[in-house]
């Protein structure tokens, strides 16, 4: 008789920023509260650059309330573990699995490390810098016979399935393009130079930041459409407008393809606001299919038909509403991970190094193409 006992997961959480406590939140909501029984979190250790800072971090999060206090009741951070650098995290035999939520310019030094410590490793979006910091994370993690995978949390939202299931399904017909866009006014003129999104020695600018969503909407939508045959489409073009206080990019612009089968046309920008009910479209043959901003957790989509006179045999537009469970929606992926080490697997069919290769090759291409200050940056591949 199979186990009723969860699996749980032991997790080292690397910085002590916004998005690390986000994600750490998250591992403090009951798991039923998502239909969740099979697996379970702990956090065990937490790395800052002092040992006071993730104190700090840790007593935050025992002060949480709303749906993260049910983790502080239950346990989940009994065990947490301050530590005054992220190699002490790496080397504590109770932990696991480490989340890098660092800026994405330290991603490949940190992921390495405790790839080459044995640990698994959930590495926040953009997975690294360039491709050849993320294959060599990738060579590591084979190696080393560890779980690898980048946090692109969307791709396990109740969205993101359901999208692709309306596009699977055949009812739209044949897909013929999309359009995906993260445009958000940061009003970069307002933050200091050492900003995360001005700062080059961060990879500040959009691209890096923001090109991930609407990328993961184009793997979804086009990528993983049992129509395509293309496993490595290519930029055609790009465009980048610079922010000139800094040098990073203000705005990019690209075009992919997938021989045979479609295009998407991907916009990023942090100087002007996005489309509040098309973040995503996506143009078939019968309908289009439109996904609300924000591209990272949007909770609806519709099926509009094509303005008068154009073909097409849906008729009347239809919305469709899937909320994340309770907590932020970080959860998802974190189960994820708990699942697949569980089941001895080193990377997840949802979320495979493949298609992060594919992805963090977009970024590169436009990046190269462009003029910003980060166009020829060293990679850290090899140090």
Sequence with gaps: ????????????????????????EDLLVDPSTRDVSDVTHKITAVGSRSVAGA????????????????????????????????????????VDAVYIGTPH????????????????????????????????????AKEKKVFLMEAVWTRFHPIAYAVQDVLKSGKL??????????????EPDTRPDDNRMIDPEQGGGSLLDQGPYPSVWCMLALHQHPDNKDKDPQVVSSYQRIYERSGVDAMSHWIVEWKGFAEARCLTDMTASGLSEATAVITCQEADLVID???????????????????????????????????????????EVARCIRDGKLESSRMPLSESRVTQ???DAVRKQGNTVLKDRKSTAGN
């Design 105 to 140: 310019t330290f991603h490949h030094a940190n992921a390495k490390a405790a790839l080459l410590a044995g640990k698994h490793v959930l590495c926040e979006k953009p997975f690294t810098f360039d491709l050849a910091e993320l294959d060599e994370l990738i060579a590591i």
């Design 55 to 94: 104190q700090k971090f840790i007593d935050k999060l025992k002060a949480s309330e709303g749906v993260s206090a049910w983790g502080v009741k239950n346990g989940v951070l009994d065990d947490a573990k301050p530590c005054g650098s992220y190699d002490d995290v790496f080397a504590d035999a109770n």
């Design 293 to 335: 901003y924000p591209p990272w957790r949007p909770e609806s989509f519709s099926i509009v038909p094509h303005s008068g006179g154009e073909p097409g045999s849906i008729k009347e537009k239809t919305t469709f509403k899937h909320t994340v469970h309770a907590g932020g929606g970080m959860h998802y992926e974190a189960d």
């Design 173 to 186: 017909g044949q897909v013929k393009r999309m359009f995906a866009d993260f445009s958000m006014n940061f």
């Design 1 to 24: 008789m199979a186990s009723t006992t969860p699996s749980t997961l032991r997790w080292g959480i690397i910085a002590t920023g916004g998005i690390s406590t986000r994600f750490s």
């Design 361 to 363: 090759g977009w970024l």
